[in-house]
């Protein structure tokens, strides 16, 4: 057994998305552009209705998945295609855009705390222009395992013999949520065929012995068990896996495709009004 260590620590820049909306962003940053098979990762948070009420207006995608998962607040989404939702607190969202979505991601509070993630997953070529899809599913459908210490929401893949609720068949995605107590532990068994992570949002924590402040992501080495302790304080973070493609990652805004002309079909599609090709099928629970 040989633990994964830090292969590289990116603390997370802080951007304007969507109507002025300041995220904490790791994943897709000149420090690190991308994770195979993870394009973005975006962490929103902010107690001060001026800095999210505006959200994220229509905007096109195509080519990725979008996973949206609420920590606090609630977020309507409506797409192009007459989907529409209400995501709520420690709910998710999976939004396969493929051959084109329009969508936007609205806040439905005046005031408290608006917090989550946005993790941009990419398609292989054979998937990027086939059908939409749509998931969404409340907080009390994703199950919760207490090991050791440790409280661990599983939203995908699969940890301690509990499967989370979203499928992501591409790329095989596990996604914890784990929160540690002061001074606890966590231990996985994950092997190096998968790229991932751990991005701390609330305490600290170390990994491999190597501590990680809050707001910070590590990539992980090679070798097959992920070890992470918590600092003094506790520690809550996402733990995220994948299977990497290995394709070509052309991409231009909320474009993402294998090759420059792909993507000049992309921006003529979305000026000519032909982006949208096809509904999503939506499965909300």
Do not use: C
């Amino acid at each position: 057994m040989s633990t994964r260590t830090i292969r590289q620590r990116v603390p997370a820049l802080e951007v304007t998305e969507g109507a002025g909306v300041t995220v904490h962003r790791s994943i897709g940053t000149p420090a690190l552009r991308n994770l195979d098979p993870f394009l973005m990762l975006d962490h929103f948070g902010s107690n001060n209705p001026d800095e999210y009420i505006a959200g994220f207006p229509d905007h096109p995608h195509r080519g990725f998945i979008t996973f949206t998962y609420m920590l606090d607040g609630h977020m309507q989404h409506r797409d192009s295609m007459g989907n529409q939702g209400e995501l709520m607190p420690g709910g998710v969202q999976w939004m396969k855009a493929a051959s084109g979505v329009i969508h936007s991601e609205m806040p439905r509070q005046a005031n408290g705390l608006m917090r989550g993630f946005q993790l941009w997953i990419n398609l292989p070529a054979n998937e990027k222009m086939s059908d939409p899809a749509y998931q969404e599913f409340s907080a009390g459908t994703i199950p919760e395992v207490t090991l050791d210490g440790a409280r661990v929401r599983v939203l995908a893949g699969e940890f301690n013999a509990t499967r989370g609720v979203i499928n992501d068949p591409s790329t095989e995605v596990l996604y914890l949520d784990v929160a540690l107590p002061a001074d606890g532990a966590f231990s996985l068994p994950l092997d190096a065929s998968r790229d991932a992570f751990v991005y701390v949002f609330e305490g600290s924590a170390s990994l491999a012995g190597d501590t990680l402040a809050k707001h910070t992501l590590a990539t992980l080495g090679s070798g097959d068990t992920v070890e992470v302790g918590a600092g003094p304080d506790g520690a809550r973070f996402i733990l995220v896996a994948g299977k990497p493609i290995g394709e070509p990652v052309v991409q231009y805004g909320p474009f993402v495709m294998n090759t420059r002309e792909e993507i000049e079909q992309a921006m003529s599609d979305y000026r000519d009004g032909k982006l949208v090709q096809t509904r999503a099928s939506m499965s909300s629970h």
